[in-house]
């Protein structure tokens, strides 16, 4: 038996279910990678302003910068 050109080109195309579940999967892939960005922007936007913050009070020259510094933590598992 010999397929038709059109026989085998209609094999190989997408059926509508198909398209609309890779158009769904391309959207939530970008949907969670555009989440991603906004998370990474906002921990950015915050760690910056902090540091800003800090460098705002030691240009003053005030006495109290300390209070807006965690204490640095012990390295390992210290007990």
Do not use: H, W
């Not at 195309?13 to 922007?41: F, H, M, N, P, Y």
């Amino acid at each position: 038996m010999t397929e038709s050109r059109y026989e085998r080109e209609e094999y190989l195309e997408q059926d509508e279910d198909e398209a609309e579940k890779a158009a769904r999967t391309k959207s939530l892939v970008a949907l969670a990678v555009l989440a991603a960005l906004v998370i990474a922007g906002i921990f950015l936007f915050e760690r910056l302003r902090d540091v800003s913050r800090l460098q705002d009070c030691l240009m003053a020259r005030a006495s109290n910068c300390n209070d807006m510094v965690e204490p640095p933590r012990p390295a390992g598992n210290l007990r």
